[in-house]
Structures are given as C-alpha cells and as structure tokens.
T-cell receptor, first 114, second 111 residues
Framework: DTGVSQDPRHKITKRGQNVTFRCDPI?????LYWYRQTLGQGPEFLTY????????KSRLLSDRFSAERPKGSFSTLEIQRTEQGDSAMYLC????????????FGSGTQLSVL | SQQGEEDPQALSIQEGENATMNCSYK?????LQWYRQNSGRGLVHLIL?????REKHSGRLRVTLDTSKKSSSLLITASRAADTASYFC???????????FGSGTQLTVLP
C-alpha cells in the first residue's frame, strides 16, 4: 500500500493551455474522487468514479473539464483552455466499496494559471 | 457549495492546552467525518461518527455529534506543536456518493 499518488505536484501554465493531471489510487480501492480546493476553503467535489464508470459530476465541472478512469485503475483529469479561475489545488482520493467511509487523499496537484 | 461551517475559523493555543473546534451542517446526514490537512498537503482522515452515535474517542481526539442541532465538535486534548494544521468536517448525506466539506479551522499550537 503506497497510498494515493498524484502527478505532477505543481503545474504552472499560461491561460488558454490544456493541462492533464494523473492520480493513482490505492490499488484495492474501486472508488475514486476528484476534488478542487482553493486557498482558505475546504475541498469541493468535482467527480466520482466507481471502477471505470463516472457516476457523478458536479456542476462545477464545466465542459472544459474531463475526467477518465480507463480500466478502473489510474485516473486523469484534463482541463482545456485553462482560465485564471482554474488556479487551485486538485485533490484525488480513493476509498473502498461500501459507502462514504473514509477517503484516502493524495498530496494534490497545485495548478497556477498565469 | 460548502455543507458545513467550522467555528472558529482560526484558533491559536499553547502546547498542552485543549483545542475545541465546532462544525455545523445543514441537511440530515449518514455520518460525519473529521480530516486534518497540513499546509500544502492532502487531507488525512481522523475519525468518523455515525448519525446514531453521540460521542466517539480516538487517542487524544474526542468527537461529539448532536443531530438535533446539526452540529459536531472535535476536541484535541493535550495539544502538541505537531497538531498545527487545518481541520475540516465532512458530511455524507443520503444517497450522495460525495463527502461535502466545511471551510475548516486553522489550528496553531505554539511550543
């Protein structure tokens, strides 16, 4: 059990560019979540996968955002045509089946859009 | 949107003192969890209390839940400098598969 890992840890990009983040959950966890967190706030839910199926998406997830989890293992979150308002920490978490029990979080990807 | 609101937003205490943080939420819940976040890091789960429980202990942590008032409190006893972090409550409501987090309490424990 190596925990949830996220890559990269930091990403600086220019407005209008596309960025992609990766999350590797704990191997036996079939639930995977993406959250976004801005300074001084709690994490806000973006989307949720059970295995490879994306079962919920927040209205925060505009059409510029897309997430995938091929084969039910790692997940990617892509943001197209980035805007300065996308600057935030993007957190990935995983959990076992059985409901909203405890989440295991990665260290996050800090995105800065210039 | 944030379901919960923590109070206070910031708390500064001396090492050895107790720290109490409160969380209020809006809708009925299945369970409530508390997480800790060190600066620039991910969140770490501390404790979960179910809606039919009133109090739970884990080491130096004590959590209470009052569903009639839609509130919870987290008590950290005999605080240490290493407890310095942000603390968030998170609620699991009904069929939602997402946890909804509050805005957090920033705890500073002075050595």
């Amino acid at each position: 059990d190596t925990g949830v890992s996220q890559d990269p840890r930091h990403k600086i990009t220019k407005r209008g560019q596309n960025v992609t983040f990766r999350c590797d959950p704990i191997s036996e966890h079939n639930r995977l979540y993406w959250y976004r967190q801005t300074l001084g706030q709690g994490p806000e839910f973006l989307t949720y996968f059970q295995n490879e199926a994306q079962l919920e998406k927040s209205r925060l997830l505009s059409d510029r955002f897309s997430a995938e989890r091929p084969k039910g293992s790692f997940s990617t979150l892509e943001i197209q045509r980035t805007e300065q308002g996308d600057s935030a920490m993007y957190l990935c978490a995983s959990s076992e089946t059985g409901g909203n029990e405890k989440l295991f979080f990665g260290s996050g990807t800090q995105l800065s859009v210039l | 949107s944030q379901q919960g609101e923590e109070d206070p937003q910031a708390l500064s205490i001396q090492e050895g003192e107790n720290a109490t943080m409160n969380c209020s939420y809006k809708t009925s819940i299945n369970n409530l969890q508390w997480y800790r976040q060190n600066s620039g890091r991910g969140l770490v789960h501390l404790i979960l209390i179910r809606s039919n429980e009133r109090e739970k202990h884990s080491g130096r942590l004590r959590v209470t839940l009052d569903t009639s008032k839609k509130s919870s409190s987290l008590l950290i006893t005999a605080s240490r400098a290493a407890d310095t972090a942000s603390y968030f409550c998170a609620t699991d409501s009904g069929s939602a598969r997402q946890l909804t987090f509050g805005s957090g309490t920033q705890l500073t424990v002075l050595p």
